[in-house]
């Protein structure tokens, strides 16, 4: 696999992203969006598809944003199956307080929630000492 983990987020959240790719990138994680793959004139989903096929697992921050989505949704969708069917991580991350799906919260999750600092450096460690272990 070319990347650690595909991040799957509503463009209302790239503050949040921007910062926790950049935590996860220090930590050593090889982070893929679809902000890394678009290339002008490439067709958004072909790229984004690939991306997900060159992550060995996925990451979806949930936010009101996000949940209301039709992207993030079925970049959901896609993750979901890739971890029932082959066993690849999908790690749920709270960036607001939403409910999450029903199989989303069959998952542990990380939360984001109002976190700085050390506390998301905490947050990055874990996450990303997941990522390392995961099969």
Same mark, same amino acid.
């Given at each position: 696999?070319?990347?650690?983990?595909?991040?799957?987020?509503?463009?209302?959240?790239?503050?949040?992203?921007?910062?926790?790719?950049?935590?996860?990138?220090?930590?050593?994680?090889?982070?893929?969006?679809?902000?890394?793959?678009?290339?002008?004139?490439?067709?958004?989903?072909?790229?984004?598809?690939?991306?997900?096929? =060159?992550?060995?697992?996925?990451? %979806?921050?949930? /936010?009101?944003?996000?949940?209301?989505?039709?992207? *993030? #949704?079925? @970049?959901?969708?896609?993750?979901?199956?890739?971890?029932?069917?082959?066993?690849?991580?999908?790690?749920?991350?709270?960036?607001? =307080?939403?409910?999450?799906?029903? %199989?989303?919260? /069959?998952?542990?999750?990380?939360?984001?929630?109002? *976190? #700085?600092? @050390?506390?998301?450096?905490?947050?990055?460690?874990?996450?990303?000492?997941?990522?390392?272990?995961?099969?």
């Amino acid at each position: 696999m070319t990347y650690d983990v595909f991040v799957s987020y509503s463009h209302d959240d790239k503050n949040l992203v921007k910062d926790l790719v950049e935590r996860l990138g220090r930590r050593g994680v090889r982070v893929v969006r679809d902000e890394v793959v678009m290339r002008p004139g490439t067709p958004l989903v072909h790229a984004v598809e690939q991306a997900i096929r =060159d992550a060995a697992h996925g990451l %979806l921050v949930f /936010s009101e944003a996000s949940m209301a989505s039709g992207w *993030v #949704t079925n @970049e959901y969708y896609v993750l979901m199956q890739r971890s029932i069917e082959n066993g690849q991580l999908f790690i749920p991350v709270l960036a607001d =307080d939403v409910p999450l799906p029903e %199989l989303a919260r /069959s998952r542990f999750y990380s939360d984001l929630r109002d *976190v #700085t600092g @050390e506390v998301f450096d905490q947050r990055a460690d874990a996450l990303a000492e997941a990522l390392r272990v995961a099969p």
